[in-house]
């Protein structure tokens, strides 16, 4: 039995939580390696991909951030988290805004 | 004699600098009236135009948050200081996320 965590409606996501969620650099990696997975991914092979280093607690903090922001979505399957990002529903309610984002250069 | 107080060269403007000084809800404020002025403005008239209830020092501290991160430019001229946004920085810089941000409904 597969259940989705609890996330923000669409029309509810809030343009500065999502900017704060994303204004975290690791939160954005987080991010942007989501965009590059083509198959569902759980959280901990996400973490993995992206290269950053940070506690198991930091790391699900930014999970729960990411969540709470309605950027991600977590959909939970026996032990196993699958993550994935909210990107049609962000695109629904902040056209543009998640591609500039995450194509934007992150380092000067 | 004008001057322009420090700020971030096109190049080193960061994303994740420009992300966290837009999501506080009156900074987001004030860059979307700086939008709408088609004149050069002073910092006090943007801050009356936006509607934005803050004390002086709390309003200054937003304008250097805002100016810090690249978002605007502060020209002082006598005891004036007139703002403006760094639409055509920023453009270049992260093409498309300005826009983006301003353009999107501040409130669920």
Same mark, same amino acid.
């Given at each position: 039995m597969a259940r989705t965590l609890p996330q923000p409606t669409t029309d509810? /996501? $809030? #343009?500065s939580t999502v #900017? +704060? @969620? #994303? @204004? $975290?650099p690791v939160r954005l990696e /987080? +991010?942007?390696t989501l965009r590059r997975q083509t198959e569902p991914v759980n959280c901990s092979g996400v973490a993995e991909a992206s290269g950053v280093e940070v506690s198991a607690?930091? /790391?699900s903090h930014h999970w729960k951030v990411l969540r709470d922001s309605g950027v991600t979505s977590t959909e939970v399957v026996g032990r196993t988290r699958i993550i994935q990002l909210r990107t049609e529903d962000l695109e629904e309610r902040f056209p543009g805004l998640l591609a500039a984002i #995450? $194509? @934007?250069p992150a380092r000067p």
């Open positions: 509810s /996501i $809030d #343009l #900017l +704060a @969620a #994303l @204004a $975290d /987080i +991010a942007r607690p930091t /790391i #995450l $194509d @934007a």
